[in-house]
Antibody, heavy 123, light 110 residues
C-alpha cells in the first residue's frame, strides 16, 4: 500500500529553524516526484515546490524560492521541507504529495497525499 | 502569486449537475493540457479527481467530468450527492515551468 507519512505538528517561535518530513512507503520512492503544498488557515492550496528524488532536481514556485528548502534522503525514502528562520506568516498546514504516474508515464496530478503537518509559529 | 480564478462558492440540489469553472491565461490553462482537479473535505488532504484535463484516476466516480476550452477549464459533477459537498481546486502547469492552484470553490449540496 502506497503511503506518505508526515512528521507531527510543530509549534515554533519566529526566527527558529524547522525541518518537516514526508516518508514514502509501498512504492519505489526514487521514481516519483514529490510536491509540497501550503494551506494557510482557512485559505486555499499553494504549490511550494517539487523534487525528483532520483537526482534531487528541485523546482520552486516563485513565491517560495529562497524562503524554503526542499530535499530528500533516498536511503530512507524521505522528503523534507525546511525553513532557516520562521515567520508568523509561515503558520499553515503543509502537505506532501506524490505525482501521478502509470508505468513510465507521468501526468499532471498528485495521487497520494500525506496527512499534513501543522506548523504554528507564534511568539 | 497569481492564481487561477474559480467561483468562491456554488450550490446545487441532489441529482442536479453543476459545473465549476477555472479561468487562467494563455500561459497556463490555455498553454497546455496539464490541468487537474482536487476535492478536499474539511481537515483532510486533497484527493485527485481529474488529471490532464479530462482523465479520471482509477476509483473516481464517472459522475466527475473534466473539460477545457481556451483559457478555461471546467469540472462538471453530475447527479449531485450529499457526499460531493467539499472544496474543489483546479491546478495547472504553466509555460514557465511553474504550477498554480485556483482559489478554490466551496460546493454546497442543498
Amino acid at each position: 500500500e502506497v503511503q506518505l507519512v508526515q512528521s507531527g505538528a510543530e509549534v515554533k517561535k519566529p526566527g527558529e529553524s524547522l525541518k518537516i518530513s514526508c516518508k514514502g512507503s509501498g512504492y519505489r520512492f526514487t521514481s516519483y516526484r514529490i510536491g509540497w503544498v501550503r494551506q494557510m488557515p482557512g485559505k486555499g492550496l499553494e504549490w511550494m515546490g517539487i523534487i525528483y528524488p532520483a537526482d534531487s532536481d528541485t523546482r520552486y514556485s516563485p513565491p517560495f524560492q529562497g524562503q524554503v528548502s526542499i530535499s530528500v534522503d533516498k536511503s530512507i525514502s524521505t522528503a523534507y521541507l525546511q525553513w532557516s528562520s520562521l515567520k508568523a506568516s509561515d503558520t499553515a498546514m503543509y502537505y506532501c504529495a506524490r505525482r501521478y504516474c502509470i508505468a513510465a508515464t507521468c501526468y499532471w496530478g498528485f495521487d497520494y497525499w500525506g496527512q499534513g503537518t501543522l506548523v504554528t509559529v507564534s511568539s | 502569486q497569481s492564481v487561477l480564478t474559480q467561483p468562491a462558492s456554488m450550490s446545487g440540489s441532489p441529482g442536479q449537475s453543476i459545473t465549476i469553472s477555472c479561468t487562467g491565461t494563455n500561459s497556463d490553462i490555455g498553454g497546455n493540457n496539464f490541468v487537474s482537479w482536487y476535492q478536499q473535505y474539511p481537515g483532510k488532504a486533497p484527493k485527485l479527481m481529474i488529471f490532464d484535463v479530462n482523465n479520471r484516476p482509477s476509483g473516481v466516480s464517472n459522475r466527475f467530468f473534466g473539460s477545457k476550452s481556451g483559457n478555461t477549464a471546467s469540472l462538471t459533477i453530475s447527479g449531485l450527492q450529499a457526499e460531493d459537498e467539499a472544496d474543489y481546486y483546479c491546478s495547472s502547469y504553466t509555460t514557465s515551468n511553474t504550477w498554480m492552484f485556483g482559489g478554490g470553490t466551496k460546493l454546497t449540496v442543498l
